[in-house]
């Protein structure tokens, strides 16, 4: 039984969430494919706050994302934070709503981890992915949300202060989500046919954020995917507001 156990722990991996916003966030965790960790899938996180917890190694289509202004006293939808809520209240049983900045993982022991920090669905928090490896950090590291376009702005807290930026998909600005090349549906469904110079808003996301996904084929900006040794056995960080 011990030794299952340690071969258990070593071939988890370690993910550690700080908060250095400074105020309280309600980060939130969900996993599309496979086993989901045996943590929470939301928590509150106070400023200055950090948990550390395991993952397992071949962890896929994984993402965390932080939620602002929760309250889970009357509502378990989406609509219980003014951004990135998500079904289930306090613990997500989904994905989160857009606006969010997502923290995006697919691990593989035997290969390459691939990690990003994603702006298509739009920006709510700054990020941060680093590594204990040394590998490419993943950030999104300033606050979008002053200078967001205004087609693009919202959700507004009770202060008047954007707490919020939409991606131009997520804005519905060419008006048809189905067919469009903001969102890169339809006859735009291929890198071919949806380049980042037909989406709407791109360059603000990019030029702010660099080192981010910042919309459907943005693997080919080179700056947009990231890898890491997974045999190595990496532990990552996921940090809000990083300094």
Same mark, same amino acid.
């Given at each position: 039984?011990?030794?299952?156990?340690?071969?258990?722990?070593?071939?988890?991996?370690?993910?550690?969430?700080?908060?250095?916003?400074?105020?309280?966030?309600?980060?939130?965790?969900?996993? #599309?494919?496979?086993?989901?960790?045996?943590?929470?899938?939301?928590?509150?996180? #106070?400023?200055?706050?950090?948990?550390?917890?395991?993952?397992?190694?071949?962890?896929?289509?994984?993402?965390? $994302?932080?939620?602002? !202004?929760?309250?889970?006293?009357?509502?378990?939808?989406?609509? =219980?934070?003014?951004?990135?809520?998500? !079904?289930?209240?306090?613990?997500?049983?989904?994905?989160? #709503?857009?606006?969010?900045?997502?923290?995006?993982?697919?691990?593989?022991?035997?290969?390459?981890?691939?990690?990003?920090?994603?702006?298509?669905?739009?920006? !709510?928090?700054?990020?941060?992915?680093?590594?204990?490896?040394?590998?490419?950090?993943?950030?999104?590291?300033?606050?979008?949300?002053?200078?967001?376009?205004?087609?693009?702005?919202?959700?507004?807290?009770?202060?008047?202060?954007?707490?919020?930026?939409?991606?131009?998909?997520?804005?519905?600005?060419?008006? !048809?989500?189905?067919?469009?090349?903001?969102?890169?549906?339809?006859?735009?469904?291929?890198?071919?046919?949806?380049?980042?110079?037909?989406?709407?808003?791109?360059?603000?996301?990019?030029? =702010?954020?660099?080192?981010?996904?910042?919309?459907?084929?943005?693997?080919?900006?080179?700056?947009?995917? $990231?890898?890491?040794?997974?045999?190595?056995?990496?532990?990552?960080?996921?940090?809000?507001?990083?300094?």
């Amino acid at each position: 039984m011990i030794i299952i156990i340690l071969v258990a722990e070593a071939l988890a991996r370690s993910v550690t969430v700080s908060n250095l916003c400074s105020f309280t966030i309600w980060p939130a965790m969900f996993t #599309a494919i496979g086993t989901p960790p045996s943590y929470p899938t939301g928590w509150e996180a #106070a400023s200055g706050t950090t948990v550390s917890f395991t993952v397992p190694e071949n962890w896929s289509s994984a993402r965390i $994302w932080g939620r602002r !202004n929760c309250n889970f006293t009357h509502n378990s939808g989406t609509n =219980n934070c003014l951004d990135g809520g998500c !079904n289930g209240g306090l613990q997500c049983n989904g994905i989160g #709503a857009p606006p969010a900045t997502l923290a995006e993982f697919t691990l593989n022991p035997n290969g390459q981890d691939y990690y990003d920090i994603s702006l298509v669905d739009g920006y !709510n928090l700054p990020v941060s992915i680093t590594s204990n490896a040394g590998c490419p950090v993943a950030d999104c590291p300033i606050d979008l949300g002053p200078s967001c376009p205004i087609p693009l702005r919202g959700p507004i807290d009770s202060a008047g202060t954007t707490v919020g930026c939409l991606s131009a998909c997520e804005a519905n600005i060419d008006g !048809n989500p189905s067919n469009s090349p903001n969102c890169c549906t339809g006859q735009y469904s291929t890198p071919a046919t949806c380049p980042s110079s037909g989406v709407q808003y791109y360059n603000y996301f990019k030029s =702010n954020c660099p080192n981010s996904y910042c919309y459907a084929y943005d693997e080919s900006s080179g700056t947009a995917l $990231w890898t890491c040794d997974g045999s190595r056995g990496p532990a990552y960080t996921i940090t809000f507001c990083p300094r």
